[in-house]
């Protein structure tokens, strides 16, 4: 029996992560801010498949988060094999508008805590010879320059770039990394990134179950990058296919609109 550690786990992909994986036998640790939302998913997967579910309540946009986190888990004699970096948040706005404080924590939350636990895990599971599993949540967003959500897409070009050189260091250490790439979908990002949440609420838009369905898919299958839905896969070939500042401008004007603005 496998168990995963997922981060963001409290609503959205990360929520719907846990209950695949509950549904497929396995046991959790689940980490968010929000202790009521993960007791509630809890009791829920447990009464339901009768599955562990362990919850840790913790802020990763704060210094050390990532070494807490895997302490608490060292502490309970807990094995991680499967370990899922969900948890993320965006801001779509002009960058010389925006918040410094809220620009260092969406760095620290997205990028820098993600590498940390991957860090601390990797290390884990080569000492111990573990065959491990690693799913980064990355996003289209990833393969060209977003105006009016620059910062965010730099973040998750980072996840992107780091997660596929990784999977290659690791190949022969057993231990495999999947990047999952979703475009918009409906969840409570957009409305955690100042968006416009009827836009995210579009009925076209697939679910986090969708999402969370294929990644998962992917991950168990070891491929290193998972792009959702045919439309966002043509759309990542668009830097390929047209200079990058076309790509950038038009990807740009889809977030203008999607913002408020």
């Not at 801001?91 to 990028?111: E, H, I, V």
């Not at 968006?195 to 998962?216: C, I, N, S, W």
């Amino acid at each position: 029996m496998k168990t995963a550690l997922i981060t963001g786990a409290s609503s959205g992909i990360g929520k719907e992560l846990a209950i695949i994986h509950a549904k497929n036998g396995g046991n959790l640790v689940i980490v968010a801010r929000r202790e009521k939302s993960l007791l509630n998913l809890k009791y829920s997967l447990q009464d339901e498949y009768g599955v562990d579910v362990e919850v840790i309540v913790q802020d990763l946009q704060v210094d050390n988060a990532a070494q807490l986190v895997f302490d608490q888990i060292a502490s309970n004699n807990i094995t991680i094999d499967y370990l899922i970096n969900n948890a993320g948040f965006g801001d779509n706005q002009l960058f010389k508008q925006s918040d410094p404080s809220r620009n260092r924590m969406m760095m620290q939350l997205n990028m820098n805590a993600l590498t940390e636990l991957t860090h601390l895990f990797v290390s884990y599971w080569i000492e111990n010879k573990i065959c491990g599993k690693i799913m980064n949540v990355a996003s289209t967003a990833a393969f060209q320059a977003v105006p009016y959500f620059t910062l965010y897409a730099a973040t998750k070009a980072f996840v992107l770039s780091f997660s596929e050189g990784l999977s290659l260091e690791l190949k022969n250490d057993n231990i495999t990394v999947t990047a999952l790439c979703p475009g918009p979908t409906k969840t409570e990002f957009a409305a955690n990134s100042n968006m416009d949440q009827d836009l995210a609420d579009h009925k076209m838009l697939p679910t986090a179950e969708d999402v969370a369905r294929f990644g998962y898919k992917k991950m168990i299958r070891g491929q290193s990058v998972a792009v959702h839905g045919i439309l966002n896969k043509a759309g990542t070939t668009s830097g390929k296919l047209f200079p990058r500042k076309i790509s950038a401008y038009v990807a740009g004007q889809i977030m203008k609109k999607a913002g408020k603005h």
